[in-house]
């Protein structure tokens, strides 16, 4: 008799459940939505949606939700990347809802459009009635993601309660809602940031370049390095700017976005270097989630991922 062993890698067990779990949501629900930034994480994610639907196109539109301050290189890789794919993307603009006056800009040192993308990403969803949004956020990343389901619940007003969430069984997930309720979907809720750089080598996927290390103008606060090239962090007098050799773990809003001093500049060196540290990437890169440890909890009961 012959016997035949399948052996799984822990890539390819953890690509099968996000897969499962991309063909799940198309099937229950109507009017799904991949939040895409241009960031590794849903750069992973866009892979695993061509993956699950292919050879069809995927599905349903990317939505990205535009602070205004991005970094120029991850805004020109996001536009290359949707046309390559032929999916259609939607930007919901933070400007816009400045100017509108459904949100007010926060004044000072320390100021930042992170907090203020609940608002339009709530618009953009009432206004094209999606039901369920594909997040990238992971479980290792910090503690109030750890709390999150796979299929995470939210109100009709938008907001998640910690303390109210849907049990989820084995594979089993509840995707029953009422008219102006929605979910949040993570299909990489159990990979860590290691997972994320070791599928991206093995699926040769492109990445901004700021993820590799490079020469920039930054300067020094709270220990953080931030950018002092684009000008959206609104440097002190007291805050020299200088040039150092840096690379970006995570590439949000450049207000607030930290960079780490790095010489990695090849896949393989970036995760030997992820691999040595202890650190998560928003505990060392975020200044926005340093003010308290319910930061980002806080942020997610109003709205935002």
């Excluded at 300067?219 to 000008?231: H, N, Q, Y």
């Excluded at 773990?249 to 930290?258: E, I, K, L, N, Q």
């Amino acid at each position: 008799m012959q016997r035949c062993d399948y052996l799984l890698s822990q890539l390819d067990v953890l690509e099968a459940e996000s897969i499962h779990i991309f063909r799940e949501v198309a099937a229950e629900f109507e009017r799904p939505v991949l939040l895409f930034s241009g960031g590794k994480d849903s750069i992973v994610m866009l892979r695993l949606a061509q993956k699950a639907f292919w050879p069809a196109p995927i599905p349903f539109p990317v939505m990205h939700v535009d602070t205004g301050h991005n970094f120029p290189e991850v805004i020109e890789f996001r536009d290359r990347r949707v046309a390559e794919l032929g999916v259609r993307l939607i930007v919901a603009s933070v400007q816009d809802a400045i100017d509108s006056g459904r949100v007010v800009e926060q004044k000072g040192r320390r100021a930042s459009r992170n907090r203020l993308q609940i608002t339009p990403l709530l618009d953009a969803i009432e206004e094209h009635q999606f039901d369920a949004a594909f997040g990238g956020a992971r479980r290792d990343e910090e503690k109030a993601r750890a709390k999150e389901r796979v299929v995470s619940f939210r109100d009709e007003f938008g907001q998640w309660d910690p303390k109210n969430q849907r049990p989820e069984l084995w594979n089993l997930f509840n995707t029953k809602i009422v008219q102006g309720e929605h979910v949040r979907v993570f299909p990489l809720s159990n990979w860590t940031e290691l997972d994320i750089w070791d599928y991206v080598r093995r699926e040769e996927l492109e990445l901004p370049p700021i993820y590799f290390a490079h020469t920039r103008q930054v300067f020094e606060r709270d220990g953080l390095l931030l950018d002092a090239e684009t000008g959206f962090a609104n440097r002190g007098d007291d805050e020299p700017e200088f040039a150092a050799t840096v690379r970006y773990r995570t590439v949000g809003d450049a207000s607030c976005t930290g960079a780490v001093k790095s010489n990695a500049v090849t896949l393989d060196e970036v995760i030997e270097e992820i691999a040595a540290t202890r650190i998560t990437e928003r505990g060392q890169t975020r200044a926005d989630d340093r003010t308290s440890e319910a930061a980002m909890e806080d942020r997610k009961k109003e709205g935002y991922f």
